[in-house]
């Protein structure tokens, strides 16, 4: 089942090997295509544009942008609900962002590894089939209960001004019986905003860091779905 | 008094007519929300139902709520639920003092047990066994908690009822804390704002007496009929806040011209209240109208959240430490921009001194 594949033989970690399922790859880049489009949208929603000068019959603004806003949310939650569905019925490296094995010691081993590599107090690379441990942690932190939290804020900010009967309001309006503030679920909703970019900087920069560094392919696993290995070496940190 | 006095004979003793008590029956059904068979239900319910008292207490407050509620823009409106309060209990507004006025309390929980109407302005402090507000000689918290066994509901007017409002402002030395947190037995009305509209708190106060229930409340406790819009869902300025069309600054054009508020702090769209359809001193004007953003006055902790002239407010980030969340925000994606560049950096610079022991190695084993 979901297990790290301790007991998996060397030939898994050679040549090629099909990863990311074509729902995990489109939904990867449409997560990434909206995620930018709320950001930046969410930002001006924040910030607005400078004034628009004329009669404001003329001028649509902030009304296309937050049109857009909740456009490209919407995308995005129902893009996350299909990407957990798919992590119940896809392959084993599609789990990884629902339900990564805390529960195994042989995913802190390795873990520990990639800390040790990432803080240059190693040289030695592991080969990963998946994502490695690491990564898949900041994916289960992130896309997984940070995305949850920003749909459900969002969501909960949208219900005010969709009305008290609206869907919104049935589904997320509890949002405000743990803080009642709507000012503070707006302020909240705008950090985890803030925390996504600097996650998606992050992210950028370790894959490419991955491509360049790593003993296996990074970017373009995301493509076409391949995990090519670039050496016929042993899995084990060498 | 006889026990069943109805509230009709208390507005003819006070020399309201007929006319006018059907007048304020209309206008209060109006105000409600209800149509307009109501007002003859109304009149119905007042004529003929024994007079629900209503005590009005005070705990850490300024008052303002009552100072708004004596302005009730509809001077006749104020008038009769006037007549119908000030009878039982209000310190600022009863003609009795002292061990008299503490009396009528006494009294009325003897006369009306669990049924009168138990409103309170402001919120009692819990801290050094709620020394901070003393009335007749006992804290405040111990009254309220008195009075509030043998009510039938309780009205929180006010920001200060509802959710503590300015003395309960960090560092909340007092522990001033709202009322539906010391009393958890009793149905709660919440009325927030700094003060509530004068005509929102006669109409809920009607709603009370007259249908003999609570009106209908939002998740937080709030009349739907008053809190279920935000300012900004009804603003007359909301077209320029879609156009995309801002002030600035206080003194530029925008101002000027009536744009929208929102850059400059106005915190309508965040705030549920009726100011902008009902407006204050009986439509004369609101914030927004005279040209200055919401302060956001009705809602919860609008108190501690930085500028009331900022758009993006303040967050508690640790603790007692508190920041602009775009600060913060901005901060967060910077210190992860220049993480990577450090990290790429110290990639390139453990390749390099990699490759060196590594041909060190090769070197002396060769």
């Known amino acids: 089942m979901a297990s790290s594949g301790v007991a998996a033989s060397n030939d898994e970690y050679t040549g090629s090997l099909y990863v990311f399922e074509a729902p995990v790859r489109v939904w990867h880049w449409v997560h990434a295509l909206t995620l930018t489009v709320l950001a930046?949208?969410?930002?001006?929603?924040?910030?607005?544009?400078?004034?628009?000068?004329?009669?404001?019959?003329?001028?649509?603004?902030?009304?296309?942008?937050?049109?857009?806003?909740?456009?490209?949310?919407m995308v995005f939650a129902v893009g996350l609900v299909l990407r957990l569905y798919w992590a119940i019925v896809g392959n084993r490296y599609a789990r990884g962002m629902l339900t990564p094995p805390f529960w195994e010691r042989v995913y802190w081993r390795r873990m520990w590894h990639e800390i040790k590599m990432y803080l240059f107090l190693t040289r030695k690379v592991a080969k990963y089939r998946g994502h490695n441990p690491l990564a898949m942690m900041f994916m289960w932190l992130f896309n997984l209960w940070l995305a949850i939290?920003?749909?459900?804020?969002?969501?909960?900010?949208?219900?005010?001004?969709?009305?008290?009967?609206?869907?919104?309001?049935?589904?997320?309006?509890?949002?405000?019986?743990?803080?009642?503030?709507?000012?503070?679920?707006?302020?909240?909703?705008?950090?985890?905003?803030?925390?996504?970019?600097?996650?998606a900087i992050v992210h950028i920069y370790m894959v490419i860091r991955a491509d360049v560094m790593s003993r296996q392919n990074g970017i373009s696993a995301m493509i076409d779905g391949y995990r090519r290995f670039k050496d016929d070496g042993p899995r084990s940190p060498q | 008094m006889p026990a069943k006095e109805t509230f009709y004979d208390v507005m003819r003793k006070h020399g309201i007519t007929r006319r006018s008590f059907l007048k304020f029956c209309s206008l209060t059904a109006a105000g409600l929300g209800l149509g307009p068979e109501f007002a003859g239900k109304l009149a119905h319910a007042l004529e003929n139902k024994p007079r629900t008292p209503v005590?009005?207490?005070?705990?850490?407050?300024?008052?303002?709520?009552?100072?708004?509620?004596?302005?009730?823009?509809?001077?006749?409106?104020?008038?009769?639920?006037?007549?119908?309060?000030?009878?039982?209990?209000?310190?600022?507004?009863?003609?009795?003092?002292?061990?008299?006025?503490?009396?009528?309390?006494?009294?009325?929980?003897?006369?009306?047990?669990?049924?009168?109407?138990?409103?309170?302005?402001?919120n009692p402090p819990l801290n050094e066994d709620g020394m901070y507000c003393i009335q007749g000689g006992k804290p405040y918290v111990e009254k309220l908690r008195h009075m509030a066994d043998h009510c039938k509901a309780i009205i929180a007017w006010g920001s200060c009822a509802s959710w503590g409002c300015v003395q309960a402002a960090k560092p909340n030395p007092t522990q001033a804390t709202p009322i539906h947190k010391v009393i958890l037995d009793k149905p709660i009305v919440k009325v927030p704002g700094c003060p509530p509209i004068a005509e929102v708190m006669t109409g809920v106060i009607t709603y009370m007496v007259a249908f003999d229930r609570l009106p209908p409340l939002d998740r937080q406790g709030r009349p739907k009929m008053f809190y279920g819009q935000?300012?900004?869902?009804?603003?007359?300025?909301?077209?320029?806040?879609?156009?995309?069309?801002?002030?600035?600054?206080?003194?530029?054009?925008?101002?000027?011209?009536?744009?929208?508020?929102y850059k400059v702090g106005c915190k309508g769209p965040t705030t549920y209240n009726a100011c902008s359809t009902i407006e204050w001193n009986g439509g004369l004007s609101w914030p927004v109208k005279s040209g200055h953003g919401c302060l956001g006055c009705a809602e919860d902790n609008f108190w501690d959240k930085g500028s009331f002239y900022s758009a993006v407010t303040n967050l508690k980030v640790a603790g007692n430490v508190e920041a602009n969340a775009e600060k913060v925000g901005g901060t967060l994606a910077a210190a992860a921009a220049i993480g990577v560049a450090a990290h790429a950096a110290g990639t390139v610079i453990s390749k390099a001194t990699g490759k060196r022991s590594k041909q060190a190695e090769e070197v002396n084993n060769g």
């Open chain 2, 230 to 261: 935000r300012l900004h869902d009804k603003c007359y300025r909301r077209p320029h806040f879609d156009a995309g069309q801002f002030v600035e600054a206080f003194d530029d054009e925008g101002a000027r011209k009536g744009y929208c508020l």
């Open chain 1, 149 to 199: 939290f920003m749909i459900c804020t969002g969501f909960a900010l949208y219900s005010q001004g969709a009305g008290a009967d609206s869907w919104a309001d049935t589904l997320f309006g509890w949002v405000f019986l743990i803080e009642p503030s709507s000012q503070a679920v707006r302020m909240w909703h705008y950090v985890g905003m803030w925390v996504m970019v600097a996650f």
């Open chain 2, 55 to 122: 005590i009005w207490l005070h705990g850490l407050e300024c008052t303002c709520c009552s100072e708004s509620f004596i302005r009730s823009g509809n001077p006749l409106a104020g008038d009769v639920i006037l007549s119908m309060i000030s009878l039982d209990y209000s310190d600022t507004l009863m003609a009795a003092a002292g061990y008299q006025a503490e009396e009528l309390l006494e009294q009325t929980i003897e006369k009306y047990d669990g049924e009168y109407i138990l409103a309170c302005e402001g």
């Open chain 1, 40 to 73: 930046i949208t969410g930002y001006f929603i924040a910030n607005p544009l400078p004034s628009q000068t004329g009669e404001a019959s003329d001028s649509f603004l902030m009304g296309n942008i937050r049109l857009v806003h909740f456009s490209a949310a």
